[in-house]
């Protein structure tokens, strides 16, 4: 992930007054592990992203450094594992590119982005990181969590 990544979840921890301990907290992690992922030494599960979104109440796309839109209007508090199936499909199909083509880019076996696009297994940080960076999709969007993408430029 990002420096800004680093200065984000520092900035957001510090304007309320927490230590890392107590975001571990609200976690349900251990101190050490919330500090290597305020550190950039690890990456966020999405989960635990989820999680920081709405006690902080921002977008995950802003905590990535995708955006700078903080909190998106009607944003959902969970993932949606449909949503996110279909959106990923979708994406796909709107690039033209094979479910085999798109694991190879994202280096992952062709059978785990097929449970990611039918919604049985939650996509990892990286991988979303990636698409919204390459194809300019909102992480929140591609969740599940917000029902427009604020990222993607409107076709003409």
Same mark, same amino acid.
């Not at 950039?40 to 905590?63: C, G, Q």
């Not at 909190?71 to 594992?81: C, G, P, Q, V």
């Given at each position: 992930?990002? @420096?800004?990544?680093?200065?984000?979840?520092? =900035?957001?921890?510090?304007?309320? !007054? $927490?230590?890392?301990?107590?975001?571990?907290?609200?976690?349900? &992690?251990?101190?050490?592990?919330?500090? +290597?992922?305020?550190?950039?030494?690890? #990456? *966020?599960? &999405?989960?635990?992203? !989820? /999680? $920081?979104?709405? %006690?902080?109440?921002?977008?995950?796309?802003?905590?990535?450094?995708?955006?700078?839109?903080?909190?998106?209007?009607?944003?959902?508090?969970? *993932?949606?594992? =449909?949503?996110?199936?279909?959106?990923?499909? =979708? $994406?796909? @199909?709107? %690039? /033209? &590119?094979?479910? *085999?083509?798109?694991? @190879?880019?994202?280096? *992952?076996?062709?059978? =785990?982005?097929?449970?990611?696009? +039918?919604?049985?297994?939650?996509?990892? #940080?990286?991988?979303?990181?990636?698409?919204?960076?390459?194809?300019? %999709?909102?992480?929140? %969007?591609?969740?599940?969590?917000?029902?427009?993408?604020?990222?993607?430029?409107?076709?003409?």
């Amino acid at each position: 992930m990002k @420096k800004l990544q680093m200065d984000i979840l520092r =900035t957001m921890r510090e304007e309320k !007054n $927490l230590t890392q301990g107590q975001v571990a907290d609200i976690l349900g &992690i251990d101190r050490s592990t919330y500090s +290597s992922y305020e550190t950039v030494r690890d #990456t *966020i599960p &999405i989960i635990h992203l !989820n /999680k $920081l979104s709405v %006690y902080f109440e921002v977008s995950i796309d802003y905590i990535l450094g995708h955006n700078k839109i903080k909190k998106y209007s009607n944003s959902k508090k969970d *993932i949606d594992l =449909t949503k996110m199936a279909e959106r990923l499909k =979708t $994406l796909r @199909k709107e %690039y /033209k &590119i094979t479910q *085999i083509k798109m694991a @190879k880019e994202l280096n *992952i076996a062709r059978s =785990t982005w097929t449970y990611y696009e +039918s919604g049985k297994n939650l996509i990892g #940080t990286l991988l979303l990181d990636h698409l919204a960076s390459k194809y300019h %999709y909102s992480i929140d %969007y591609l969740l599940g969590k917000i029902d427009e993408n604020y990222l993607k430029t409107p076709k003409k």
